[in-house]
Every structure is written in structure tokens, then in C-alpha cells.
């Protein structure tokens, strides 16, 4: 389960933000409407990660981290 990765990451990161509000790095309209439009297409993204085989899912992330 990644429950515990995912978990340090949002952790660490919450400094960062807290540091990029702080010296008004933050475009404040276009991150609503990117959290906005996450929260819409999330369950779609679910749902076709459950359909797709495993490899398949690796190597997209693979060429996205990359």
C-alpha cells in the first residue's frame, strides 16, 4: 500500500506551499480552477487505473517522471 509514501510527501510539502504563500508565489485563480477541475476528473482516473494492466501504468509514469 502507498498509504505511508504518500503520506510523507504531503507532509514535506506543506512547507513549501506555506513558503511559496508567504513571498506571494501563488497564482491563487488558477490553482481553484486546477483543484476544482482534480476533483472532478480524479474519479475518472480511478476508474481507468483499475482497467489498465500494471506495466502498462508503470511505464506511463515512468516517461511522465522522466
Known amino acids: 500500500m ?4 504518500l503520506l510523507g510527501s ?4 506543506i512547507g513549501s506551499v506555506i513558503g511559496k504563500m508567504a ?3 501563488i497564482l491563487y485563480h488558477p490553482a481553484v480552477v486546477m ?7 480524479a474519479p475518472f482516473g480511478v476508474k481507468a487505473g483499475k482497467k ?3 506495466k502498462v501504468l ?4 515512468a516517461v511522465l517522471i522522466m
Do not use: D, K, R
Not at 502507498?2 to 509514501?5: F, G, M, R
Not at 504531503?10 to 510539502?13: D, P, R
Open 10 to 13: 504531503f507532509l514535506s510539502s
Open 58 to 61: 508503470q511505464y506511463i509514469i
Open 2 to 5: 502507498y498509504i505511508p509514501s
Open 52 to 54: 489498465m494492466n500494471l
Open 23 to 25: 513571498t506571494g508565489q
Open 35 to 41: 483543484l476544482i477541475v482534480s476533483l472532478i476528473a
